[in-house]
């Protein structure tokens, strides 16, 4: 089946539709939209869609999306203590935005407005 949407404009337009959301949120959709499967969970066969597209040597990671939740667990390194998100909440930024309604252009949606 033919998917009008690449993998990173189906996450922007999810970014946009549904912002602060996890990042296990967005690749459960991302699943759902690319494979057909309605249930999902990372225990099966097809865990590894779209997780390079968080990891922080991606491209797209604070280019087009960033994750701004609160880092406010504590957890032990081997220099001592530092601080982590409990979960993560992505977020479009400017570009990621612009380029999200260029993406629901492509499919025949109205852009959202940036507030």
């Known amino acids: 089946m033919k998917r ?3 993998g990173v ?10 912002s ?9 959709r991302l699943a759902i939209y ?6 999902f969970n990372f225990l099966g066969s097809p865990r590894n869609i ?3 597209y968080f990891n922080n040597s991606s491209r797209y990671k604070d ?14 390194v081997w220099c001592g203590q530092k601080l982590r998100a409990k979960k993560s909440q992505m977020h479009l930024t400017t ?9 629901r252009a492509k499919i025949g949606l109205l852009p959202y407005t940036l507030n």
């Open 63 to 76: 280019v087009l999306w960033s994750d701004l939740a609160p880092k406010d667990v504590k957890y032990d």
């Open 4 to 6: 009008a949407l690449t």
């Open 50 to 52: 779209g997780v390079g």
């Open 20 to 28: 602060g959301q996890s990042q296990a949120y967005y690749l459960r």
């Open 34 to 39: 690319t494979l057909g499967l309605r249930k």
């Open 9 to 18: 404009e189906y996450l922007l337009i999810c970014m946009q539709a549904n």
């Open 95 to 103: 570009a990621g935005w612009n380029r999200a309604n260029s993406a």
